[in-house]
């Protein structure tokens, strides 16, 4: 089950304070404000986007569980290598920079779901019975800048230092990523559960207002779990229906 502490992490999103933006619109002619958000690039069938939602638990994210799904049939995935799949407006990455960031996704991914599932390497898979076959893609990405967000998470440290009261002022150019994912029957390739998620660096985090792709990671990080979670919810909902079968017979 996850803790409540990740549970925070991943639905907090950055909610900057009046003089936040204040700070944001004064820089605004050096670099945009706007961070991550979901995105619609096509990797995921559009009838099956348009059935997806936000959740309780999950307010900024859209997901999709299928009706028919059966956890209790699968205990193996098959991860494919994550791909850089973009939205029109996505900067440029390095073929070099592509490989990193797509690494890092499909070993998050193959971290959290390896606590509930055996994780299959990619490619056959032979008859793929009770298979489920995982696709990602990083729609977006934005690396953060410390020259423009060092004077802000200085200023805000100096603020709270001297007793200001003040909440942290955001950088300007935190980082994140967007992403889409795909949870299919590995035989029928039936979609089985599919999540678009986002997430942009927040002011607490300092080593990732300096180092270039930290936010983007805990993005990736924070998407695996995501559905992983899923999973497990499913497997709850699955076994307690069980659980009360039995008793009524």
Same mark, same amino acid.
């Given at each position: ?9 991943? @639905? ?63 205990? @193996? ?51 793929? @019975? ?57 035989? @029928? ?60 017979n």
């Amino acid at each position: 089950m996850l803790s409540a502490s990740v549970k925070v992490a991943r @639905t907090s999103r950055f909610y900057p304070p009046v003089s936040s933006l204040i700070a944001c619109a004064a820089m605004a002619p050096l670099v945009g404000c706007a961070g991550q958000k979901l995105t619609r690039t096509g990797f995921i069938p559009p009838d099956i986007y348009g059935q997806m939602a936000h959740t309780k638990d999950h307010t900024e994210d859209l997901i999709y569980v299928s009706p028919k799904l059966d956890m209790m049939r699968y205990h @193996t995935v098959m991860i494919d290598p994550v791909v850089w799949h973009p939205v029109a407006k996505a900067p440029k990455l390095s073929p070099k920079a592509q490989a990193r960031m797509t690494a890092a996704f499909e070993k998050d991914l193959a971290k959290a779901l390896g606590h509930d599932f055996q994780v299959h390497p990619a490619g056959d898979c032979g008859t793929c @019975t009770d298979v489920i076959r995982v696709r990602a893609a990083i729609t977006n990405i934005r690396r953060s800048k410390w020259y423009y967000n060092a004077i802000p998470v200085v200023a805000g440290f100096a603020a709270g230092a001297a007793g200001g009261g003040l909440p942290p002022i955001p950088p300007p150019a935190p980082g994140g990523a967007s992403e889409e994912l795909i949870a299919a029957d590995a035989a @029928t390739g039936e979609p089985l559960v599919t999540v678009a998620t986002y997430n942009n660096g927040m002011p607490w985090n300092p080593p990732g207002q300096w180092l270039p792709y930290a936010h983007a990671r805990r993005a990736f990080h924070l998407a695996s779990l995501l559905l992983d979670e899923q999973f497990r919810n499913e497997k709850k909902k699955e076994a307690g229906a069980h659980t009360v079968a039995s008793l009524s017979n």
